[in-house]
Structures are given as C-alpha cells and as structure tokens.
C-alpha cells in the first residue's frame, strides 16, 4: 500500500506543478498492476486512476528493483529511512473487505451481548450456543423447527 500511495503523491506533485510527458517509475510491479486492475475498490486507487484518465502524457513504468538505477536506488535508501521512523507520516482507510471484517465482529459482539440477558430464543440457543456469521444450509421446514417459528399445531 506504501508503494501505491508514493505513486498518488507523485501524480499530485505532477499535477500541482503542471508538469507533462513525465514518466513516473516505480519497482512494485504489484503496486502498479493494481492500479490498472479494474476488480480493486479502494478509494485510493480510484483516485489514482480518475487523475490518469484526465493526462494521458503521464506514464507509470516499472523499472526491477536492484539493478543499480540511480534514482531507484534514492528511493531505496528513502524508504529505509522511513520504515526506520517511530512516527507514520500517512493513514490509510480500510479496504472494503477489512471494513466488512471489522463491522461483522462488531455485529457478533453486540448481538452475544444481547443474547446473554434475554429469555426469547433459548431453543435456538441450545442448538447454537455461538453466533456464527456463516448461513444455515437447511431447508424451509428444518429452519422452522430449529427456530421454533413454524405452522405447527397447538396441543
């Protein structure tokens, strides 16, 4: 994530001082193969690819790592010292997927939180004693039982 941030700084840079035909050259592969995804979400990334769409003469190139480029290597040697730092000089947002993640415990905690002081439920409790996130693969008339809401007749 470190490497496609660099990348939206550089193309802020770019467009902040008006520069064009710049080749922006960067040793993450992945980092650049995600840009050009059309599957990835994140916000970051959209950003990144709204400002391309808009400069064509902005090219991202990727040069292998450890070959001796020289401005490779400054940017190397800046990313040690960074790591190096106690204090992070960016946040990020989540990505959809740890946002879900994230919710969904939030969810289970409440939902076990409420389960403990009420009465409502305790058959289906003895079946399912934990919340689980995962669906029940049983039929309609199984369903009914376990939950104890059905059409049954009265005795």
């Known amino acids: 994530m470190a490497e ?9 840079y770019i467009l902040y001082y008006e520069l064009y035909d710049v080749k ?3 040793n993450s592969r992945s980092a650049l193969m995600t840009v050009e995804s059309l599957s990835d979400q994140r916000e970051l990334i959209w950003n990144i690819k709204k400002k391309l769409k808009d400069r064509e003469d902005i090219k991202l190139m990727w040069v ?12 190397d040697v800046l990313a ?3 790591a190096n730092r106690e204090t992070i000089d960016a946040q990020f947002i989540y990505s959809t997927v740890q946002t879900r993640n994230k919710n969904n ?6 939902l076990a939180a409420q389960m403990d002081g009420i009465y409502k439920g305790t058959w289906t409790r003895l079946i399912y004693p934990e919340i689980n996130m995962t669906r029940l693969s049983a039929d309609f008339c ?6 104890g809401h059905g059409i049954f007749g009265a005795f």
């Open 142 to 147: 199984s369903n009914q039982i376990i939950t």
């Open 24 to 26: 922006t050259v960067s």
């Open 4 to 12: 496609i941030f660099a990348i939206h700084k550089a193309i802020d």
């Open 64 to 75: 292998k790592a450890h070959m001796g480029e020289m401005g490779n290597e400054r940017a």
């Open 105 to 110: 415990k939030k969810i289970k905690r409440s």
């Open 80 to 82: 040690k010292d960074a």
